[in-house]
């Protein structure tokens, strides 16, 4: 199914959305679009290239929990 954004004033999207919600489920599916989505999408584009590229540095489970201890014991003093 295509799909189409658009972006309408509020005079308009009011009586758009009433028109398209006479359309049944199986002709239209209406999907709200989320603030920051387009901002969170690229940015884990982004993440997941520098995984796929092993440009990001791993550490080993044991590492973890030396670091996590390390920094408990900085914030207790």
Known sequence: MPTLRLQ???KVYNHLMW??????????QIIEEVPGFEAAQKALT????ALEN???????????EQDLEATI????A
């Open 8 to 10: 309408v004033n509020e």
């Open 19 to 28: 028109f398209l919600n006479r359309f049944s489920s199986d002709e239209l």
């Open 46 to 49: 982004h993440e997941l290239a």
């Open 54 to 64: 092993k440009e990001v540095p791993f550490i080993c489970l044991n590492q973890l």
């Open 73 to 76: 014991r900085k914030q207790e």
